[in-house]
């Protein structure tokens, strides 16, 4: 299924520390012999450790990051189950594994945003903090790029952006500022727009000053918030009964996405609550495992500071 050869695990900086791994293990409850989706594979850290588990099972691995694929098919290469990778958007998770001639899984995981690998690579523009060409695409296929979003939106639809996905509060004057400065041809250039364009001082306790323009960005070339309602649709769909789906978001719209999404599939009646008697006809499709998110622990903030804002969410289908 995957284009392109394996990469050498060696010749490739790929660092990725899996979070919340412990928590995504226990939530899975796997055992051998299980078919299990990792729809985020990455450089396979979760998928390393899960296959060891369902020794003589399936791992179906789904990244839209060739490199990605490419890396973890290496590190997957002597894994005690089948491994099939697969370069697609993982909304289309029902659809795929319909095409595999799946019909159900044992659990389903995602760990969603992007991987330190895709941030390290300074070329992929992805960081605020060094200086690259407008890109920010997981899969360096796509068309669109930040580059699109940053020179051609109109300036009302790229300050609606930058307030919606990067809930900034100055998102009316960077996008103002950014429409004034065009053409912006790369990421040092677009901070320090952003930096002149907010009050002096501001990101000095809430982070930097562009990373929330930049979150806005990036959600915006690569469709995340679309792409995981329709994936958490579809892998309601295909779990099992007593099938389990754990997810990790890592800012408050992804987070809102998952826990809206698993509670009105844990609730039954979804009518309004003045209508005196049920006419929805909706039934719970699973049972919610965690009230309230995992979080990591402190320990593990310390050791990967980029796990802090991590929020994991659990369903199991009934
Ligand atoms: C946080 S990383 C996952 C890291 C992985 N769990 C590990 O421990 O190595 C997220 C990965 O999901 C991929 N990804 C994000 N959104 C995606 C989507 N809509 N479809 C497919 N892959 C996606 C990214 O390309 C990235 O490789």
Redesign the pocket.
């Known amino acids: 299924m995957m284009n392109g050869d394996v990469i050498d695990p060696s010749k490739l900086n790929f660092k ?1 520390i ?2 919340l791994l412990h928590e995504c293990l226990d939530a899975l409850q796997l055992k051998k012999n299980m078919v299990v989706v ?9 998928s390393r450790e899960i296959v060891k588990q369902i020794s003589g099972g399936t791992l179906i691995g ?4 060739t490199t ?1 694929l490419r890396y973890s098919a290496n590190v997957l290469a002597d894994a005690p189950v089948e491994v099939r990778l697969i370069k ?4 289309d998770i029902a659809d795929i594994l319909k095409s595999l001639g799946i019909k159900q899984v044992d659990a389903i995981l995602a ?5 330190s690998h ?1 941030i390290d690579t300074i070329e992929r523009g992805f960081s605020y903090t060094q200086d690259a060409p407008l890109d920010m695409r ?1 899969d360096t296929d796509a068309n669109k790029t930040a580059d699109t979003v940053v020179n051609c939106y109109p300036e009302a639809k790229l300050a609606d952006l930058i307030w919606n996905y990067g809930e900034e509060r100055y998102a009316r004057r960077i996008a103002a500022a950014i429409v004034a400065a065009r053409p912006i041809r790369s990421t040092g250039h677009l901070v320090d727009i952003i930096k002149n364009a907010v009050p002096a001082g501001y990101g000095k306790t809430g982070g930097h000053p562009a990373k929330r323009t930049f979150q806005a960005i990036r959600i915006e070339v ?1 469709q ?1 918030l679309e ?1 995981i309602q329709k ?1 958490l649709d579809g892998a309601i769909e295909m779990l099992k009964p007593q099938g389990r789906l754990a997810v990790i978001s890592f800012h408050s719209l992804e987070d809102r996405i998952v826990k809206q999404t698993f509670k009105r599939a844990a609730t039954d009646c979804i009518c309004q609550p003045k209508i005196p008697q049920c006419i929805c006809g909706h039934h719970a499709t699973v049972k919610l495992l965690t009230k309230k998110p995992i979080c990591p622990t402190i320990d593990e903030t310390v050791s990967n500071p980029r796990s802090a804002s991590a929020k994991l969410r659990v369903i199991c289908k009934l």
């Open positions: 990725h899996p979070v990792d729809a985020t594979l990455g450089g396979a850290g979760h789904l990244d839209r990051d990605a697609c958007n993982f909304c760990d969603f945003g992007v991987s895709q997981m690569n995340e792409s994936f």
